[in-house]
């Protein structure tokens, strides 16, 4: 079992930063070399994918909305993914969800785990 949670949202002005954490905790986490994801949801609006990062953190994959302005990175000794957005607009507003699966994948129903989410809101 894996236990996520998400950390770091807030209200920030387009144009302006965030970065989000999603800590991982579970015996089993390490030992299946999970790869985790960055999805989000918006108001009125289907779950979406934003990025994805191997175990390994040597493969990356990035939603064509969020490239060039997002970064997911992770560090394997704090069990934490981050997600580094900048040049943040107000369409990036949303609940954004870590998730973690076995392999690099984009879709939603590949990811086992999941956090209960952090509220990102861009003004204009």
């Known amino acids: 079992q894996v236990q996520l949670v998400e950390s770091g949202g807030g209200l920030v002005q387009a144009g302006g930063s965030l970065r989000l954490s999603c800590a991982a905790s579970g015996h089993t986490f390490s030992r299946y070399r999970y790869a985790m994801g960055w999805f989000r949801q918006a108001p009125g609006k289907e779950r979406e994918f934003v990025t994805a990062?191997?175990?390994?953190?040597?493969?990356?994959t990035y939603a064509d909305s969020v490239k060039g302005r997002f970064t997911i990175s992770r560090d394997n000794a704090k069990n934490t993914v981050y997600l580094q957005m900048n040049s943040l607009k107000p369409e990036d507003t949303a609940v954004y969800y870590c998730a973690a699966r076995q392999g690099l994948g984009i879709y939603e129903s590949g990811y086992d785990y999941w956090g209960q989410g952090t509220q990102v809101t861009v003004s204009s």
């Open positions: 990062i191997s175990w390994t953190g040597s493969t990356t």
